[in-house]
């Protein structure tokens, strides 16, 4: 049998991360065979959520906003800022510690090779936040991967530039690790005991 709607579906299931041939034919099969109804609903929340969740304007984290509810809060405290790769990390974050500041997610880290500077990190943005005299305090939860240490350099040099304080998260969260699988045990106290960046 050939069909080409269905070369069409099996085509575009495969821009999902880890889904190759294979998969995405078993995926279309099942949506086509039993999913019909949970197809049509991923389709209308894929479509919905793509047309409207943009990026915060002060922190670059997903948002259906202009400002995201976190930055809009008067609850958060403003000499904290976080900065972090993704917005995966920000939600670990989040959710395992007990931050009240504010964040700035890079959406990526420095990686030269791959054509991502500080301009693709949006790094200008985060000059301008630390500018404004607001921040104290620049905590740099970047992952302790080669990328994410020089990522961590260069934003303490940042951070230096405008008299703010830069910290990184202690020991505790394995060299090489990503944030995002740390146990919360052991990020939350990475978290409240934060420690110098070197120079
Ligand atoms: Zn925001």
Redesign the pocket.
Known sequence: MSSPLLDHLIEALRCLPGVGQKSAQRMAYHLLERGREGGLKLSAALAEAIERIGH??????F?EEK??A???SNSRERSLLCAVESPADRLVIEQATGYRG??FVLQGRLSPLDGIGPRELGLDRLATRLADGEVKELIIATNPTVEGEATAHYLAQLARQFDVHPSRLAHGVPLGGELEYVDRGTLAHAFGSRIEVER
């Not at 915060?56 to 984290?61: A, S, T």
């Open positions: 915060c304007e002060l922190c670059r984290d948002s400002i995201c976190i930055c809009a504010r964040y």
